[in-house]
């Protein structure tokens, strides 16, 4: 009866061959495969390893397209920002149209919620944040959310310039905005029938004409 074969006898299990991509195609891929791992596990379980496992090839072929965890995680959010950033940012109403504030509010959570239909996973990196985050993650959401408050103050600034009614503070209102944004779009990702976008649309839209209605 012959011996069971040796450990060393056996056939090793092979790495995932990954077939030799353009650098550029191959930085996409592990992009690609970093936002799934977070989108589904959370950045808990974003590490080096599981974008690898994620896009089928050896830590080396990661190690080749990007320094470190951090260069491949900021390299994800310049990538996100060009996708979505900046047409955030166009989603404000210009400061010289003012001649119907609420209804260009309203204008502009129909755009965002627009945004957020079809580009549901890139608002869960930015939105559904939990607290152990990298550094280099929260630092540069951060920033890009006091990029969007500045802007967003500076609309109510132009709008409350002959605002006739109660005194009324342009950065405690655009921090209350940005606010409410989020906690509606983190609602409309995690649980999208709550709320009817239409019927939040209206509802900006009977806030801002009570809140901007003149007094006698």
């Known amino acids: 009866m012959s011996a069971p074969p040796s450990s060393e006898d056996r056939p090793r299990k092979r790495r995932p061959y990954a077939p030799r991509l353009p650098i550029a195609e191959r930085r996409e891929q592990l992009l690609d495969a970093a936002l799934a791992v977070i989108v589904s596990d959370g950045y808990d379980r974003v590490s080096v390893d599981a974008i690898a496992k994620r896009a089928e090839v050896a830590r080396s072929v990661v190690y080749g397209a990007f320094n470190n965890l951090d260069a491949l995680l900021s390299a994800l959010l310049d990538r996100q920002q060009a996708r979505v950033f900046q047409r955030l940012l166009a ?7 003012l001649r119907d504030p609420a209804a260009s509010a309203s204008e502009a959570v129909r755009r965002m919620s627009a ?3 079809q580009d549901p996973d890139t608002w869960r990196l930015i939105l559904l944040t939990p607290g152990n985050m990298p550094t280099v993650v929260r630092d540069r959401i951060e920033a890009d959310r006091e990029r ?8 109510i600034s132009h709008v409350l310039a002959d605002h006739s009614g109660p005194a009324l503070d342009p950065q405690v209102l655009a921090h209350a905005l940005v606010a409410c944004a989020e906690h509606f779009g983190r609602i409309a990702l995690t649980d999208p029938d709550t709320f009817d976008p239409e019927h ?17």
Not at 200 to 216: E, S
């Open 200 to 216: 939040l649309i209206g509802q900006v839209r009977v806030i801002l004409d009570a809140l901007l209605q003149p007094t006698h």
């Open 115 to 117: 945004m957020l239909r």
């Open 91 to 97: 989603t404000i109403p210009s400061a010289e149209d």
């Open 148 to 155: 969007f408050r500045l802007q967003v103050e500076g609309w």
